[in-house]
């Protein structure tokens, strides 16, 4: 059972307040040392933001049936299942999947520019951080909103190259000398490559791109995910955008065939 449509996203925007996004930027710095905390923390805020957008869509957590394109090991599946969503991960590399040692039944290896499900299987799609790691996010993206059901939404969150975590854990100001800049001195000061290595997993993905992919979509909103409500507005304002906005939503509705 559906709820009413917001049009002011009524329920995101409440979410979105500086003292959420200080306690999510603390959890940044156990990224690599201490990864439970990290995803932890990011599972729950993401399973919190995908309710607040299915309240604002008119749509229904509970009940419904929700993809993670690029679920990695599982931190996220208890999130929703604790919300009653039908939780279902899809995630390319075998090793990614075992790391934490979590067991899913729901999910499966397969590639998100070409998911291995029907048509219009999901009333919700989401991939969190993952269009900077793959070459073809826009593919990426088709795909989600071909497994989406008419109606449903497709959200998909990245890191924006030009904001100050588009290096990833390469460093805050490395990658605006230049990617593969960035990786050479991490592997240089830490004696061993970065995880995520410029042109393999790491890519270039700007705001602009998500804008202008989604121009002849129906997008529902489109604004920083760690930033306050009152500063949503950055995303209308070329170049800053760019560097203020660090990591982009763009929430989509599935048009009716």
């Given at each position: ?33 201490r ?7 990011l ?8 309710d ?17 394109v ?5 931190y ?9 969503a039908?939780?279902?991960g ?6 990614e ?20 499900f ?10 969190s ?5 793959i ?25 924006a ?24 001195r ?5 004696g ?12 270039a ?12 979509k129906?997008?529902?909103a ?7 409500a009152?500063?949503?507005a ?13 990591n ?10």
């Amino acid at each position: 059972m559906g709820n009413k449509p917001s049009k002011s996203m009524q329920h995101t925007r409440a979410l979105a307040t500086f003292s959420r996004a200080w306690k999510l930027l603390r959890a940044f710095r156990f990224e690599q040392s201490r990864p439970d905390i990290f995803y932890g923390a990011l599972a729950r805020d993401t399973a919190s933001l995908i309710d607040a957008l299915c309240r604002d869509t008119g749509l229904s957590l509970s009940g419904a049936k929700v993809l993670d394109v690029g679920g990695g090991p599982g931190y996220f599946a208890s999130e929703f299942e604790n919300r009653g969503a039908l939780y279902f991960g899809v995630e390319p590399d075998a090793g990614e999947m075992a790391a934490a040692g979590i067991t899913l039944s729901n999910s499966v290896r397969g590639d998100g520019t070409a998911l291995p499900f029907a048509d219009g299987t999901f009333e919700v799609v989401y991939s969190s951080n993952v269009a900077e790691h793959i070459d073809k996010p826009w593919a990426m993206a088709d795909e989600m909103l071909r497994v989406t059901r008419p109606g449903g939404i497709a959200v998909i969150s990245y890191t924006a190259w030009l904001g100050p975590f588009g290096g990833h854990e390469t460093g805050l100001w490395q990658h605006y000398i230049g990617g593969e800049f960035a990786r050479q001195r991490y592997e240089k000061v830490h004696g061993h490559p970065p995880k995520n290595v410029w042109g393999e997993s790491l890519f270039a993905v700007s705001v602009r791109e998500g804008l202008d992919y989604a121009r002849d979509k129906e997008l529902l909103a489109a604004f920083p995910r760690y930033h306050p409500a009152w500063a949503w507005a950055i995303v209308r304002m070329p170049v800053l955008r760019e560097i203020l906005t660090s990591n982009l939503v763009l929430v989509l509705r599935k048009k009716p065939a």
